[in-house]
């Protein structure tokens, strides 16, 4: 594990990435948005002249190779390689291929990072594939994930993982921005358990039921894990 060193995701237009930059980190991110790319290379062309940033302009999967990319053109979030997911507003955009390849290959040529935030509109279980081919040993000490199935707590816990904290991302005042991670993260670590019941019931809308999370029925949340071996 490279303790200055961070993985970010789904960089889209590299709000997260600025943040990590702030702190003092130095940033692998990944996109597979050829528009977003270009952007976020003007963005941070003095980040990457100086060896901070590194941006690979590709996506995640189990295999290397093409695959078709669905842009969405007014929720360029929601951009994916899944069509469905990518233009679920019915916002049909431009469908470009994109080179894709294991987040294994990615950590053989740049380290493992000392957190690794994911947001890939699904593709997040490609991240959690790789995870699971390596030694719990060699994990990042935080990770963080967009929750969008229960089942990707689980996969968390079942990589060793124990501490959770789910993050309203309305909640952090970090506008267009996933916001702190780590201790740094808004609330306490909890346990799986906790975490899962939590996310349920907010998620099944029982609102009424879950202690800490917001009864706003337009947020989304965050996954987020820590090492405690």
Partial sequence: MIPDLIYDIGLHVGNDTAYYLSEGF?????????????????????????????????????????????????????????????????QEGPVVDVPVMPLTEIFKHYGMPYFLKSDIETGDRYVLDALESLDRGALPFYMSIEAHKLEYLARLSGLGYTDFKVVDQKAHQMHACSGPFGEKAPGEWVSFEVASYEWLHWKMGHRDRHAWLTNDPMTWHDFHAKRTW
């Fill in 26 to 90: 130095r940033v692998v991110a990944i996109e597979a948005n050829p528009m977003l790319v270009e952007h976020c290379k003007q963005r941070f062309a003095r980040e990457m002249q100086s060896g901070l940033l590194r941006i690979l302009p590709i996506g995640i999967s189990n295999v290397e190779g093409l695959m078709s990319f669905y842009v969405n053109p007014r929720n360029t979030e929601w951009s994916a390689f899944d069509k469905e997911i990518a233009w679920r507003d019915g």
